[in-house]
C-alpha cells in the first residue's frame, strides 16, 4: 500500500515549538513534491508549505512565513515540517500531501495525488 503517515502533532502552549513529521511507505518520494495543509473545525482545508521534489523551492502561506520550516529528507523518506512560534490559530489537523504531476509543489489542495490521514495540533494555555 501506498501511504503517508503523519505525526508529531500534540498540545503546546502559545509561543512553543513543534515538528511534524511525513513519512511515506510503500514507495519513494524522491520524484514527489510534497505540501503540508490544515484544517480548522468549520473551515476549508488551506495549504500551509510545499517543498519541490529536489528541496530546492519551497513555498510558504503568508500566515506562517518566518515561523515554519519545511525540510526533506529524501533518504529517509521523510519531510518535516518545524513549527515555531505557535498561535492559538495555527490549531488544526495537519496533512501532508504528495504529488508527482509537476514535481513543482503548490499550495492548493487539488494538486496532491496522495494524503495521509493527518495529526492533531493544538495550541492552547
Known amino acids: 500500500q501506498l501511504q503517508l503517515v503523519e505525526s508529531g502533532g500534540g498540545l503546546v502552549q502559545p509561543g512553543g515549538s513543534l515538528r511534524l513529521s511525513c513519512a511515506a511507505s510503500?514507495?519513494?518520494?524522491?520524484?514527489?513534491?510534497i505540501g503540508w495543509f490544515r484544517q480548522a473545525p468549520g473551515k476549508e482545508r488551506e495549504g500551509v508549505s510545499c517543498?519541490?521534489?529536489?528541496?530546492?523551492?519551497?513555498m510558504y502561506a503568508e500566515s506562517v512565513k518566518g515561523r515554519f520550516t519545511i525540510s526533506r529528507d529524501n533518504a529517509k523518506n521523510t519531510v518535516y515540517l518545524t513549527m515555531n512560534s505557535l498561535k492559538p490559530e495555527d490549531t488544526g489537523v495537519y496533512y501532508c500531501?504528495?504529488?508527482?504531476?509537476?514535481?513543482?509543489?503548490?499550495?492548493?489542495?487539488?494538486?496532491?495525488?496522495?494524503w495521509g490521514q493527518g495529526t492533531q495540533v493544538t495550541v492552547s494555555s
Open positions: 500531501a504528495a504529488e508527482r504531476t509537476t514535481g513543482w509543489g503548490s499550495l492548493f489542495v487539488g494538486a496532491y495525488d496522495y
Open positions: 510503500g514507495f519513494t518520494l524522491d520524484y514527489y513534491a
Open positions: 517543498i519541490s521534489s529536489s528541496g530546492g523551492s519551497t
